[in-house]
């Protein structure tokens, strides 16, 4: 997986909006749930948002709903993740990953098959 929102490190201030891009390669995309995590300094990597490959069901963790959206793009073989209105609790590193669809529990980190190289993202005025 590759992941990318332009260059390595973003700063975006509060308020503003940030997409974060996703290029898969190396697997069938329509096989996999894909998704986003984060890891913030000096917290353990935590699940954000999940898009479900069989029904495109998505999923959420509670602190960025209402403004983080997550979608896909299948023929690119890309997932983004539009986030609005960012907070400065939303500064981390952001991974993408994916799971063989029917092979993991939500934010099951073991059960990732792939992971991108991360980003960081840092919401500051």
């Known amino acids: 997986l590759m992941c990318s929102c332009g260059v390595w490190g973003s700063l975006v201030q509060p308020g503003g909006s940030l997409r974060l891009s996703c290029a898969a390669s190396?697997?069938?995309?329509?096989?996999?749930?894909i998704g986003w995590f984060r890891q913030a300094p000096g917290k353990e990597r935590e699940g954000v948002s999940w898009?479900?490959?069989?029904?495109?069901?998505?999923f959420y963790t509670d602190s960025v709903k209402g403004r983080f959206t997550i979608s896909s793009d299948n023929a690119k073989k890309t997932v983004y993740l539009q986030m609005n209105s960012p907070k400065p609790e939303d500064t981390a590193v952001y991974y993408c990953?994916?799971?063989?669809?029917?092979?993991?529990?939500?934010?099951?980190?073991?059960?990732?098959?792939?992971w991108g190289d991360g980003t960081l993202v840092t919401v500051s005025s």
């Open positions: 190396g697997f069938t995309f329509d096989d996999y749930g």
């Open positions: 898009l479900s490959s069989g029904d495109g069901d998505t």
């Open positions: 990953a994916a799971a063989l669809e029917g092979d993991y529990d939500l934010w099951d980190q073991g059960d990732m098959d792939y």
